[in-house]
């Protein structure tokens, strides 16, 4: 036990630890919490009337956000996958990053889900024992479930990974590759079932399309390997962590099929919606031209298209695909076009006219945008901690010492600099 | 603060009358990992509660006798909340004339009157009147909601009310992550406030706009609380929660018509009890064409339109 505590304590003293841009970079998401910490006590005081959700539009930009984290915390399979199934070196060292990047993106899903609830003092009701879950029914339990498990797992791999790192000691593979393999079908499920809970809905048309769960999937494999890109290069920067240039190729290689994948789906969706031209039309008119003068989601829509086509053709062209400039660039761009397309772009049309053909055109609250920037905050500060933590760990800079870490290092070499 | 007593975890005189895993689990979480809830004005007999169907007859009683010691603190005034349950042999069956409506909105405003609606910020409407062109039929993207006439019927125009369908096949019951809302026998979609959790599937899962969110505390002068309610249906309803239209369940299972039939100038509205043949709706049902909303949904509403005239 003394080996457990002698670990955490090691944690505490890294996260406490680290240079000037490190501790910059913590207060700013400190103040961020705070921000959503004050907006969150407002919603709570006066009901969700603090947002501009409506009946028409009752589910808005927390459920937008939340559909686009859940799609970046599934997308840490695309490390996963080569990774260990096919042995591939260059990407084995760093995966477990990804992995720290879906537990991050699963706290500010579930914050997000949260936030949104009208209810939260009876989120139990929602748990198996304490409560009655509605199975199988009910894609929202099913999405609690899977997702939950999906964190547990994670944890649970990165925790072991990280703990057996410090002691110095190699991994079991008979605990470790029987969760990484779990952690994939759980991972496609969790976006799977998110993707259903919409699919599902017979009364929203724009979401009642089989393409849906595929497009998730595809999105999905852009938009978190895209932060996974820029962090490999800022952890190469400041710490001794060796993350070869083919690596990061390969990882942009396979964002560019996979939004080659999520275009061709779009193209399809909206081939079916223009041609047959049915009532169902209206969503789609909505988020891409218009009713008469509601307007409010075509600029985003354009722009999530443009960028989304942009990050293409830079990721597929060898030369601008290896050049960082232009890869920054593109991995900035899908950002952009996925969070547009997968949370707004997606939630709102459906909506948006209503089930009984009203339109009310719906934009976030100054408080909507402080939740929203607390919860991003939290998930930003769980990652930054994570890796702070992990960095050293996974280079062997720190470990556990003769006497169990009692004499732990002061500062892992590079880190001062992060 | 006299009212946050500290939670009776177990019923008087021993084991829980539903002596389940649940009940236990509920039991000791209650004594341990929420008990600091407490200072925070959260009601841990309500935390702790089981599922409305759960509940023993003297539990619900204590359930009720709550919601009657709420309203006289909120409201000042003595109330009869029941918890009628369905009557056996009666299947609620409701008939829309559409060729008779002026869409005077009478319905819609007897409604917030019998269910005690929320009246202002937002004001909420169990009755959706849509006016329509003549020229389109039915037809939701030429239907307008906010409609306002010097006089109606205007020239060219029909209406059209919508409200809970009532479905034998609800999607809202389907998608509800809690089972905060279930179909009961006489066919009524009842919510119970005190076990939705607020996350508003139901209202993406309803294809009839016919499920309300209570965004903030609901305003309702005290004068014009209706004192007779009904736990499923019109007792006044916390922030954060989903309501909708239950046939004025509190009327209806006690024999009267719902206040929306009851008030339409014109006669279009028709209910009854589609198991008894001698029914108004089933006499509509055998002389009249009727046809449901969204049939191609298959949510088999037990609320009709037709066309008398």
Redesign the interface.
């Known amino acids: 036990m003394s080996g457990i505590l002698g670990f955490l304590k090691t944690c505490v003293r890294l996260v406490l630890t680290g240079g000037r841009a490190y501790k910059a970079w913590v207060a700013f998401l400190l103040v961020m919490i705070g921000v959503g910490a004050v907006a969150y006590s407002k919603q709570l005081d006066?009901?969700?009337?603090a947002?501009n959700?409506?009946?028409?539009v009752?589910?808005a930009f927390y459920i937008g956000n939340f559909t686009f984290l859940v799609g970046v915390a599934a997308a840490a399979v695309l490390l996963v996958i080569p990774a260990y199934v096919y042995h591939w070196k260059p990407i084995k060292e760093v995966a477990v990053l990804g992995e720290l990047l879906a537990i991050s993106a699963l706290v500010m899903c579930l914050l997000f889900?949260l936030v949104?609830?009208?209810?939260?003092?009876?989120?139990?009701?929602?748990l198996p024992?304490?409560?009655?879950?509605?199975w199988p029914?009910?894609?929202?339990?099913w999405d609690?479930l899977v997702l939950n498990l999906y964190l547990v797992v994670n944890l649970t791999l990165v925790v072991y990974l990280l703990y057996t790192s410090y002691q110095g000691k190699g991994y079991d593979k008979r605990i470790f590759v029987p969760l990484v393999l779990l952690s994939i079908p759980i991972a496609i499920s969790t976006h799977t079932v998110t993707a259903f809970?919409?699919n599902?809905?017979?009364?929203?048309p724009y979401w009642n399309a089989s393409i849906l769960a595929p497009r998730f999937i595809a999105s999905a494999f852009c938009s978190g390997p895209a932060v996974m890109i820029i962090l490999f290069q800022v952890l190469r920067k400041t710490n001794d962590l060796e993350i070869k240039d083919e690596a990061i190729w390969k990882i942009a290689e396979l964002m560019s099929y996979a939004m080659f994948l999520n275009l061709f789906l779009l193209g399809a969706e909206l081939f079916k919606e223009f041609y047959s031209a049915t009532?169902h039309l209206?969503y789609t008119e909505y988020l891409w031209l218009g009713i008469g003068e509601h307007r409010a989601l075509v600029p985003y829509a354009w722009f999530s298209l443009f960028c989304s086509v942009a990050a293409f053709l830079l990721f597929l062209v060898p030369k601008t695909r290896k050049n960082y400039v232009t890869l920054n660039l593109g991995c900035l761009l899908i950002w952009a076009g996925v969070y547009i397309e997968k949370g707004m772009g997606l939630i709102i049309p459906?909506?948006t006219?209503?089930?009984?053909?009203?339109i009310y055109e719906y934009t976030p609250t100054i408080i909507e945008w402080g939740i929203a920037a607390g919860v991003f905050g939290t998930g930003f500060l769980v990652f930054t901690l994570l890796v702070k933590v992990s960095v050293p760990i996974l280079l062997g800079t720190f470990r556990a010492g003769p006497q169990e870490g009692a004499a732990a290092p002061a500062a892992p070499a590079g880190l001062a600099a992060h | 603060m006299s009212d946050r007593k500290i939670p009776n975890v177990l019923p008087e005189g021993g084991a829980p009358a539903d002596a389940s895993?649940?009940a236990f689990?509920?039991t000791a979480?209650a004594g341990a990992a929420f008990s600091g809830?407490a200072g925070c004005g959260?009601d841990l007999e309500d935390?702790f509660r089981s599922?409305f169907k759960e509940l023993s007859k003297d539990e619900l009683a204590k359930v009720l006798a709550k919601v009657e010691e709420k309203n006289r603190k909120r409201f000042g005034r003595e109330t009869k909340v029941g918890a009628e349950g369905p009557i056996p042999g009666v299947e609620f069956g409701y008939g829309l004339d559409i060729s008779r409506c002026v869409g005077c909105r009478r319905c819609v405003y007897a409604c917030v009157e019998e269910n005690n609606q929320s009246r202002e910020?937002?004001q909420v409407h169990w009755i959706?009147v849509?006016e329509m062109e003549k020229e389109h039929g039915v037809?939701?993207?030429?239907?307008e909601?906010?409609y306002e006439a010097e006089g109606v019927p205007r020239p060219g125009k029909f209406y059209f009310p919508?409200q809970c369908q009532q479905c034998r096949k609800p999607?809202c019951v389907?998608?509800?992550?809690?089972?905060?809302t279930w179909k009961e026998a006489d066919g009524i979609v009842v919510v119970d406030y005190d076990?939705?959790?607020?996350?508003?599937?139901c209202?993406?899962?309803?294809?009839?706009?016919a499920?309300?969110?209570?965004?903030?505390?609901g305003v309702l002068p005290a004068g014009e609380l209706n004192p007779n309610q009904h736990y499923l249906g019109n007792r006044p309803r916390?922030?954060?929660?989903?309501e909708k239209c239950t046939f004025c369940i509190q009327r209806t299972r006690n024999g009267r018509y719902p206040a929306c039939v009851e008030v339409c100038p014109v006669g279009a509205r028709k209910f009854g009890n589609l198991l008894d043949p001698e029914s108004e709706i089933r006499r509509v049902m055998e002389t009249k064409r009727v046809y449901v909303f969204k049939e191609e949904?298959a949510t088999h509403p037990q609320f009709y339109f037709f066309y008398a005239t």
């Open positions: 006066v009901g969700l009337i947002t959700m409506r009946d028409e009752s589910w889900i949104d609830m009208g209810r939260p003092d009876r989120l139990h009701h929602i024992l304490l409560g009655t879950p509605n029914n009910s894609l929202l339990a609690a809970l919409y599902g809905m017979a009364a929203r009532e209206h459906g909506m006219p209503d089930t009984l053909g009203q | 895993r649940r689990l509920r979480a809830l959260v935390v599922h910020t937002p959706r849509l037809d939701l993207a030429h239907a909601l906010y919508v999607p389907k998608v509800c992550p809690t089972q905060a076990w939705c959790i607020g996350c508003r599937c209202m993406s899962g309803c294809p009839y706009g499920r309300y969110f209570n965004w903030a505390d916390p922030k954060g929660v989903v949904l």
